[in-house]
């Protein structure tokens, strides 16, 4: 995590109550607090958090997902999934957790996620509020294209058959077990022999979404996307996230609100943590971090430009109002401009 504070306490809460038994977050170079208020939940026993600021040669992601595979937490677990802050495990089957998941797919060694795009939902404030209540407008499935809307995340058994974590799905399978892994998708349907070593994909036919996905909230509200698009990606710093990246991802299609059952428990969890007060103050700075840094964003006339046309892409999502303070904006800012 780099730069996540607002959205923290949402996503680990939100995990902690389907089921997850323990959560090992790594952070890097964080300005907004983010690591801070890891280390309060660490303490409260919510994760483990380790600092993963030395990432110089083989970049922040992998050096993190290297130090993970050689943590004690990780040989502890009975699975694993790599997921980042954005993706929301959603169990569709029984009482949406864990244990009804494996109960469904009790043969399974790996479970392709298949990631189900969420849209902005016409959301322009960063609000303090539960993602997963702000934005329940998603991509259509089956979606076929972008060609990211089929990618996955793996859901797997930590039963020696990988050697390595990976990104989207586990590395260096063990020679002797190559041929015996049982791959499922989302669906329980069993996947091609190929999954078990190079697949990223479920495309066609490879694709379900019945029992489990992973809900991608990659662009959450406009101004949020403005200080996303100043951070970057984590694992190619050279891709920018612009309005190609928005275009491609901001999804709001159909209603898809499967997930928001468990708003009631979340919300709960969600208080129970900020009734600890250095959560609560990280929390609250983190939020007001963020909002600040998108209002610096529109100070720019790339920030402006990249939020007018975002909000634009979806007309029906403009009011008249924000649309004047878009204009007055950009017109004081090239007065400034032509000052300088």
């Known amino acids: 995590m780099r730069n996540e504070a607002p959205y923290i306490l949402e996503w680990v809460a939100y995990h902690r109550l389907i089921g997850v038994d323990h959560i090992l977050v790594y952070s890097n170079d964080c300005d907004d607090g983010t690591d801070a208020l890891l280390d309060a939940l660490s303490r409260q026993g919510w994760l483990t958090h380790e600092r993963n600021d030395d990432y110089a040669k083989k970049g922040v992601q992998w050096t993190a997902l290297e130090r ?3 943590h004690p937490v990780t040989a502890r677990a009975e699975w694993l999934l790599v997921s980042d802050i954005d993706e929301f495990l959603n169990i569709r089957c029984g009482a949406g957790h864990l244990d009804d998941l494996f109960a469904a797919l009790p043969e399974a060694d790996a479970v392709a996620l298949t990631w189900r795009l969420f849209g902005a939902n016409g959301v322009v404030e960063i609000e303090d509020a539960p993602v997963i209540a702000q934005f329940s407008r998603a991509a259509p499935f089956p979606c076929h294209a972008p060609w990211t809307a089929s990618q996955f995340k793996t859901l797997f058994r930590n039963d020696g058959a990988y050697r390595k974590l990976g990104v989207h799905r586990p590395k260096n399978i063990e020679p002797a077990r190559k041929g015996t892994l049982r791959w499922v998708n989302g669906s329980g349907s069993p996947l091609p022999r190929g999954f078990e070593t190079e697949a990223a994909v479920t495309y066609g036919t490879a694709a379900g979404m019945e029992l489990a996905c992973l809900n991608h909230y990659s662009v959450k509200s406009a101004k949020a996307f403005l200080v996303k698009a100043a951070r970057g990606l984590p694992n190619r710093a050279s891709k920018p996230i612009d309005i190609g990246y928005w275009a491609d991802r901001n999804f709001n299609v159909v209603e898809e609100t499967s997930i928001q059952r468990h708003l009631p428990e979340l919300t709960a969890a969600i ?14 700075a983190g939020l007001d971090w963020h909002r600040r840094a998108a209002e610096a964003a529109l ?6 430009q990249l939020l007018t046309r975002a909000v634009g892409t979806e007309r029906r999502d403009v009011d008249e109002g924000l649309a004047r303070r878009l204009l007055a904006r950009r017109i004081a800012l090239r007065k400034r401009m032509a000052g300088d």
């Open 299 to 304: 100070d720019t006339l790339e920030g402006l």
């Open 271 to 284: 208080g129970t943590l900020m009734q600890d007060p250095d959560i609560a103050r990280l929390h609250a």
């Open 68 to 70: 993970a595979g050689k």
